[in-house]
């Protein structure tokens, strides 16, 4: 009877073995997903700044463009006298 139990363990041993690789393997799989996703969040975060960056520029350049204009027609209206509405 010994011996059917000794191959029962051993089957039993080398099932777990096969299981604990299988489990190492998914580990690894999960922790590349969690690194990869946390590079991503932070090219996100990265894009959104810049994102934010360009509009904030594209609207002070469109304020700025209207003030000009603003400015160039207060002072046409100044050379040409008052204007009627």
Avoid at 19 to 47: C, F, H, P
């Amino acid at each position: 009877m010994i011996p059917t139990y000794g191959g029962v363990l051993s089957a039993i041993e080398k099932t777990l073995q096969e299981l604990m690789e299988e489990y190492q393997g998914v580990r690894r799989s999960l922790w590349d997903l969690v690194e990869n996703q946390k590079r991503n969040t932070a090219q996100l975060v990265r894009i959104g700044t810049m994102m934010e960056q360009r509009w904030c520029l594209k609207e002070d350049s469109q304020s700025s463009n209207e003030k000009d204009e603003e400015d160039r027609d207060k002072e046409e209206g100044s050379k040409d006298g008052p204007r009627e509405s």
